[in-house]
């Protein structure tokens, strides 16, 4: 794209929070996109190491960039300080210890214009770092493909977790129209803070487009997926009530099917976190905290099942969770250990057979 056709600004904001070792790779692949009409808005949250200092200095070479000093507030505080100075079209989001590919936001504005989207998003990298040596996978499950997609159409990816389409709830994957979240703003002091930001702009759009390109290279150790005690407390305070927001949201502002949609995967996915706790001995009180949860849920959850029956696996797991959750935990793991090695290995011989 030339760059006289580079009309429209795009607002990206970048919290910063101690973070001096990252800061240098984010900054430069952001300043360095083929899409250059950028306005990048850096926001020191109170940092106390040289992170400071540095927005300083590249805003001194690079007169796109503002810089925001302000006590700290956390993520979404610094979010909400980026957006109140933002003047662009469209709005997109970095985390300062993350990276981003030098076409990502040339080739999402490219996509929105083409297909009249309101939102572009595409795959994320997960990117794992380990004694200073950094390794990123799922490249291999990327394509070319662009897709429109309506918004119904949008909603159920995102609710299902399809295994095409990578659409979660963080922003950082999403280059937003301005039109489409002007009055948002991310909750203060919470944690899950990008689940209601993007099912409200979800539930806004028109249309939406898919890159299924792995933009985006988001940073993280290898302990980063691994349920403690305050990933727990976090999901007990923050997640849980956001999803159930979500759920509330959807249903008023889209439809009931839609909100007994994502109810349904809202209580599969709570049968995931009872496991992911049930796993850790520091954790084990919260698992069953979560499990009487559920169990008191019972007569909804049912409702819910009926309502929206995916499959039959799912099916039986919850009505196992409900009658005992030791014996679905029980059952889970001899699943895991003994018939998904068996699929996976006929699935293989079957790949090997000629003519596949």
């Avoid at 795959?123 to 291999?140: F, I, L, P, Q």
């Avoid at 005992?324 to 935990?329: F, K, M």
């Avoid at 068996?342 to 699935?347: E, H, L, T, W």
Wanted: proline share 3%; glycine share 4%; net charge positive.
């Amino acid at each position: 794209m030339q760059k006289n056709q580079q009309k429209e600004l795009i607002s990206i904001i970048i919290p910063v929070y101690n973070v001096e070792a990252y800061l240098d790779r984010c900054i430069q692949s952001v300043i360095h996109q083929t899409y250059q009409n950028l306005e990048i808005i850096l926001v020191d949250d109170g940092s106390t190491d040289h992170s400071p200092q540095m927005c300083d200095a590249y805003a001194q070479i690079d007169e796109r960039i503002k810089v925001v000093h302000k006590s700290n507030g956390g993520l979404s505080d610094a979010r909400n300080a980026g957006l109140m100075v933002a003047t662009g079209t469209y709005i997109g989001y970095v985390d300062s210890d993350d990276w981003i590919e030098l076409e990502m936001y040339e080739r999402m504005y490219v996509a929105c214009i083409e297909h009249q989207a309101e939102l572009a998003v595409c795959r994320y990298r997960n990117e794992y770092t380990t004694k200073g040596s950094s390794m990123s996978v799922d490249s291999a499950l990327e394509s070319d493909l662009v897709k429109p997609l309506s918004r119904d159409a949008l909603l159920q990816i995102y609710l299902c977790g399809h295994e095409k389409y990578v659409i979660y709830n963080s922003v950082w994957s999403k280059l937003f129209h301005r039109d489409l979240v002007k009055d948002m703003v991310f909750p203060k002091g919470r944690n899950s803070e990008d689940i209601m930001y993007t099912t409200k702009a979800f539930c806004r759009l028109k249309k939406a487009v898919y890159l299924d390109t792995g933009f985006y290279h988001y940073v993280q150790d290898r302990q980063g997926s691994i349920m403690n005690e305050a990933k727990s407390k976090r999901m007990f305070r923050d997640e849980i009530p956001f999803w159930q927001e979500h759920i509330s949201y959807i249903k008023n502002n889209v439809s009931e099917k839609m909100g007994n949609l994502a109810a349904y995967y809202f209580w599969r996915r709570l049968l995931s976190y009872y496991l992911d706790l049930s796993a850790n001995k520091k954790t084990k009180a919260d698992a069953k905290r979560l499990a009487e949860m559920i169990q008191s849920k019972a007569p909804v959850i049912r409702q819910v099942y009926k309502k929206v029956h995916r499959s039959k696996g799912d099916l039986v797991r919850m009505k196992l969770f409900l009658y005992s959750p030791l014996g679905y935990r029980i059952v889970n793991g001899i699943y895991a250990r003994i018939i998904v090695p068996i699929k996976r290995k006929a699935k293989e011989q079957k790949e090997k057979l000629p003519g596949k």
